[in-house]
């Protein structure tokens, strides 16, 4: 454990200790109270205004979350109006432990965060049902989203080695309201939302959120954003123990896409020494020819005339309750989605050595064209029960998944021609189409002349599964101070797969068939010294099937590789052990938790040293986490923590180096996108009942992206993003009852940051400082 750890444990010890000693600092509950007979699953289990959640909206939830043995962590809807979050990515940068990996063309670009180590592009849910494609999720109809970490097989099925992330949409409400919000800011930023509620009798009531959102970037030249949406719901039966709601959901966006800065060296330029390399700064850099590199920090490689991405989603959901008896409620949720994305957009790629070598870089195109349609029927009945004494609060559920998509590319012809490969560019003006260009000052401007052809159906790869399933929860209050925490949950996971014919694109299609039944489990025995804490003790499993991801996402066991049969693959499999610690403090209106963990994945899919498919690959987590949220006063608002997470790859496989087979370079080495500590801290404050002013702050040490040889086996490439802090702040009165303004600052010191680091080639750098002014209307 580093010495910085050491100030933020006695931190929470600080906090946590008054309240077993004294508990006058938590409400008063009788043992009754205390117990799980306060059963009740509502719409959503947040309300707007506050930053502490009592309970998940899921029906699979038997427990508050102080009596649940898991970390978990709620982003309400206060805690992203007070951030400026307008993007799921945004929002789960105010949770530590997560990073948001890079795409590129096999990985497309779109939400991929990294949740204690695992790429959990898969494990995204809307309102408890997968939500798998791979996009960019807006924040405009979100309640809340409900981050799970540790394996999460019991609660989603396939995937969700290193957790879950459960979005909760907005939905009609009893009461009458009018939220309308706008706001202008640095680089033309321009944004506006309304959100009606509006019950039409006792008995029905309807809601619709929509936004329009159209940006520059700050402290990056030509990349912009424009999307717009809506997301009208009706409900019917508000307060009778029967109601069906109805919801629609439609997004689309379109971005000159930002592509990145590359890294300064490629693994076959390295000179001696150099084993760790950060992206190319904007401090001068000298080339193996003594020239010089130095670029401005707005400076973009890409191509306005020809990049581009668009999204586009369509979603309708209906979900029927029925309170069948005082403790008993059955649930049916039907949801269908569509989600389509199209991009072409520039890499600056160096795998040819140009910027070390010559101060170039190639332009190097990466393209696709995708759609993703799911379906899922769940049905879940939940309730409580006592047997001879013994009170139960228990959930149990059937599901039917399917998922199909289809995945394509821009060519430069018919006969699938990549429209710009990789070069040596040994002068800026080597190569067509201005493919080379200079790193120190690209033309965007530059005139693309080639031709962009969109592929047929024989050059896509095609993907679906279906999945039938059963689950069943409980927690059992054995005494008042003891509970125990139970599920299991079976899959019978259908996957079928057929990988792009290889060009020219006249081959027989070749297709892929598997059939996974998989088991995960949970168990955990919670400890209650008083009614407002716990200590617990848990396991929990995931597994992930081979083709989990349908191509819609770079993934490690893919069903698709040539010359490998289906059945000899293998389920990946994840294992987390944690112990902890949840107390609500100050009359409960402040949530402390603390928990050290162990999370191992095994049967991860490497190359052996004969060059065959192998399933020895390892990793291994371990950490500890700190979370607060809530208030400490009714003034003072906090939300954060920090998480520290050292992290190895036991086994990674062998790679191929100068003719020979040795062991993998990540062998070893920290697991790519998980840094060793992370923190975050939001916090408001009431000055007076009017005034509000707030801050933030982000920590994440360095990440590294990926490891590789250079030309022998002697050096080590490692590239990576330095660590860095952001500080936000804010600013807010309320002029009248109905009108409000806000001031924000992101990124207040303007700071030069690298948020995403890809496996080779480049990582993402963050925006510049952002100034927001916002008027809100609210009625």
Not at 82 to 111: C, H
Not at 173 to 180: G, L, M, S, T, V
Not at 355 to 362: H, Q, V
Request: hydrophobic share 35%; proline share 4%.
């Amino acid at each position: 454990m580093t010495s910085g750890s050491k100030p933020l444990l006695l931190g929470a010890a600080s906090l946590i200790a008054p309240a077993i000693a004294n508990p006058a600092l938590a409400a008063e509950k009788t043992p009754q109270q205390a117990d799980l007979g306060s059963f009740a699953v509502t719409d959503t289990a947040v309300t707007g205004g506050t930053y502490k959640t009592e309970r998940q909206s899921s029906p699979k939830a038997t427990a508050d979350l102080v009596d649940t043995p898991r970390s978990i962590t709620v982003v309400t809807r206060q805690v992203l109006e007070d951030t400026s979050s307008t993007t799921l990515a945004e929002a789960l940068r105010t949770v530590p432990g997560i990073t948001l990996g890079a795409g590129e063309g096999g990985n497309p670009l779109g939400d991929r965060p990294f949740l204690r180590g695992s790429d959990s592009q898969n494990s995204i849910y809307l309102d408890g049902v997968r939500d798998i494609a791979a996009t960019s999720r807006e924040t405009f109809a979100v309640e809340a989203i409900e981050i799970t970490k540790g394996s999460d097989g019991i609660t989603n099925g396939s995937g969700n080695a290193g957790g879950s992330i459960n979005i909760v949409s907005k939905r009609p409400e009893k009461r009458r309201f009018i939220n309308a919000d706008a706001s202008y800011g640095t680089k033309d930023y321009k944004r506006f939302t309304l959100d009606i509620n509006q019950p039409i009798s006792d008995f029905v009531g309807a809601r619709v959120a929509a936004m329009y959102h159209d940006q520059g970037v700050a402290g990056r030249d030509y990349v912009w954003q424009r999307r717009w949406g809506i997301a009208p719901s009706l409900k019917i039966g508000m307060t009778g123990p029967t109601s069906l709601t109805l919801d629609f959901y439609h997004m689309q966006s379109s971005e000159l896409p930002d592509q990145g800065i590359p890294y300064t060296r490629i693994a076959s330029s390295l000179p001696a020494g150099y084993t760790e390399i950060a992206p190319l700064g904007t401090s001068a850099f000298t080339t193996a020819g003594g020239g010089t590199v130095q670029r401005s920090r707005g400076t973009f490689y890409g191509l306005t005339d020809r990049d581009f991405r668009t999204t586009n989603t369509d979603g309708f959901g209906a979900r029927f309750e029925t309170q069948l008896a005082k403790d008993l409620k059955l649930r049916n949720t039907l949801r269908y989605t569509n989600t389509e994305q199209n991009y072409l957009w520039t890499q600056p790629d160096d795998s040819r050595g140009n910027l070390y070598t010559y101060g170039t870089i190639s332009r190097r195109s990466n393209a696709r064209y995708s759609t993703q349609d799911g379906l899922v029927e769940q049905l879940d009945l939940s309730g409580k029960f006592n047997t001879g004494g013994i009170q139960h609060s228990f959930a149990a559920g059937l599901e039917y998944n399917w998922q199909k998509s289809a995945i394509g590319n821009y060519y430069a012809d018919t006969s699938g021609t990549a429209i710009a490969a990789a070069q040596a560019c040994a002068t800026a003006s080597t190569g067509s189409n201005y493919i080379c260009t200079s790193a120190s000052n690209p033309n965007p401007l530059d005139p693309w002349t080639g031709s962009v052809v969109k592929a047929g159906t024989a050059s896509m790869t095609f993907a679906d599964w279906t999945t039938l399933s059963a689950y069943a929860f409980d927690t059992i209050t054995l005494t008042d101070k003891l509970l125990l925490n139970l599920g299991g949950r079976y899959d019978r996971y259908l996957t079928h797969a057929s990988a792009a014919v290889a060009a020219p694109f006249t081959a027989a299609r070749t297709w892929q068939r598997r059939v996974d039944n998989l088991f995960t489990y949970q168990a955990g025995l919670v400890y209650k010294p008083r009614p407002n804490g716990s200590f617990y003790i848990s396991t929990s499993t995931s597994a992930v099937a081979p083709g989990t991801f349908l191509a819609q996402g770079t993934e490690d066991n893919t069903l698709t590789t040539a010359n490998l049969d289906p059945n000899s693959l293998k389920v990946q499999k994840t294992t987390t052990y944690e112990a902890g610690t949840k107390w609500n403090l100050f009359d409960e209106n402040l949530s402390v938790s603390l928990a050290v963990f162990q999370t191992r994945t095994t049967n991860l899919r490497v190359t052996s040293d004969t060059g065959a498919a192998t399933f020895i690959g390892d990793k291994r987590v371990r950490g500890i986490e700190l979370g607060v949220s809530g208030n400490v006063t009714d003034k003072w608002s906090l939300f954060g923590g920090w998480a520290h997470m050292p992290s190895v790859m036991l086994n990674s496989g062998s790679t191929l180096v100068g003719g020979v087979y040795v062991a993998s370079a990540t062998t070893g080495k920290r697991a790519p996108n998980t840094p060793l500590d992370s923190f975050t801290l939001n916090t408001t404050y009431k000055v007076t009942p009017k005034f509000t002013i707030g801050g933030g702050a982000i920590y994440m040490s360095k990440v590294y992206g990926g490891y590789s040889y250079g030309s022998t086996a002697a050096t080590v490439r490692a590239v990576y993003v330095p660590s860095y802090w952001r500080f936000d702040a804010n600013a807010s009165y309320q002029l009248t009852d109905h009108v409000g303004v806000k001031l924000s600052a992101l990124n207040l010191t303007n700071k030069l940051y690298y948020d995403q680091a890809y496996t080779s080639h480049y990582a993402h750098q963050a925006a510049g400082r952002t100034l927001l002014a916002s008027l809100s209307l609210k009625y």
